[in-house]
Every structure is written in structure tokens, then in C-alpha cells.
């Protein structure tokens, strides 16, 4: 078994700390310790399902599901890769900004789901809509920034330095190829299509949203 894990931004370090991708973390783990606690009927409430959506009930839960997960291993990769690429974004456009931007996006990489498959029982949850928005928005405005990514297969492993480009570009492929096979499997799977759709989000309107003044050139390197 192999893949990758990248870790953060090694040509540049954020100007001051991520406080809101801090709080969305916590945010995220709190309320998956409250899906823990209450089980099935906390997920059913809080989590997007598109039969509901389009009938015009349970609106809130295109952001109440951002914040929710199916497991611990779901959780605990989507927060690495918010944390690898989060605190840089929300360097470049600023607290409020970034906050309004991760919001929306994955509002609209939710969507994106929904209209999918717009008459599914299925519940849709988790951040990595929001997230992929994030990843698109860094890729248009960090382009040539080399990530510090953990490479693994079985129990090798090495730290590799890869531009963002090259990994962000070769992450979006993937949902591109998988999608149409997974993500329309009725009884389940991954949420291609929010990954594409918040990407897609991302990339738009990640750089308008960007400070150009902050982005000029790095602050420093690690």
C-alpha cells in the first residue's frame, strides 16, 4: 500500500498564524466527537441528503455536512491536507475573506454533489469539498511553491519536495478518472463530484480573492 502526504508549504510560511484554519479544525473534530456521542440519528439530522435538498428541506445541512465525517481515517486526512494548504490561503486573502471563501465553496462543492444525483437517500458529508476549493485556490496562487510530501509504500517512506503544481494537478486527475465509477455507485462512496466542483470553485475564484501583496513574493523558507 502507497501514497503520499503532504505536509505544508516549504517555500514560504504564513505572515501570522491560522486562526481560522485552526478553528475550522476544531470545529470539525468537535463535531465529529458529537457523531460518535449520538450516532445515527446525529448524522441523519446534520448531513446532506440530496432528496431532501431539492425538495427544500434541510437547507442548512449544505453547511452543517461540511463539518461532519465518516470515520477516523476520513477526519484525520482531510485535516492534514487543510492544514497543508489551508494556512497559506488564508495568509494570501486574509482571515475574513478566507472564512467567506471556504464557506461558499463548500457550499458549492455540496451542490455539486447534490445535482449529481439529486434523488439519492444517501447521506453526503464531510470537508473535502471545501477543501479541494482551498487546494484549487492554492494552485492558481502558489503554482511553483514545493510541498513537503511524505512519499510511502508499505513501510518505506521518504520526504519529498514537490511543486504544487505537479501534486495538486496530479490529485484533481485522479477525481477526474474515478469519477463515474465511485463517486455513482448508489450504495455509496466517494464524493467525486464535490471535489471537482469545490476545485473547480477554487481555482476561479481562489487568486481574485488573493491579496497581491501578500502574495508576492515568499516571506521566508523552511
Known amino acids: 500500500m502507497g501514497g503520499l502526504i503532504p505536509l505544508g508549504d516549504a517555500s514560504r510560511r504564513p505572515r501570522t498564524f491560522a486562526y481560522v484554519t485552526t478553528l475550522i479544525i476544531v470545529i470539525n473534530v468537535y463535531v465529529f466527537l458529537q457523531e460518535l456521542t449520538y450516532g445515527n440519528a446525529f448524522v441523519w439530522t446534520w448531513s446532506a441528503v440530496p432528496i431532501r435538498i431539492i425538495h427544500g428541506h434541510r437547507i442548512i445541512t449544505l453547511l452543517t455536512s461540511m463539518f461532519m465525517h465518516a470515520g477516523w481515517m476520513h477526519i484525520i486526512g482531510n485535516m492534514i491536507y487543510l492544514w497543508a494548504f489551508g494556512r497559506e490561503i488564508e495568509d494570501a486573502m486574509g482571515p475574513v475573506r478566507y472564512l467567506l471563501f471556504y464557506i461558499v465553496g463548500g457550499i458549492f462543492a455540496m451542490s455539486a454533489q447534490i445535482l449529481g444525483d439529486p434523488f439519492s437517500r444517501i447521506p453526503s458529508l464531510g470537508a473535502s469539498g471545501a477543501i479541494a476549493a482551498v487546494m484549487g485556490a492554492f494552485i492558481v496562487t502558489f503554482p511553483r511553491d514545493r510541498i513537503r510530501t511524505v512519499l510511502f509504500f508499505f513501510i518505506f517512506f521518504r520526504v ?24 455513482q455507485v448508489r450504495t455509496g462512496g466517494v464524493a467525486y463530484l464535490a471535489h471537482i466542483g469545490g476545485f473547480l470553485f477554487g481555482v476561479i475564484t481562489g487568486r481574485l480573492l488573493a491579496d497581491p501583496r501578500r502574495i508576492a513574493s515568499p516571506t521566508s523558507s523552511y
Open 160 to 183: 519529498a519536495f514537490i511543486p504544487a503544481a505537479f501534486l495538486i494537478g496530479f490529485w484533481f486527475l485522479i477525481q477526474l478518472f474515478n469519477f463515474g465509477a465511485v463517486a
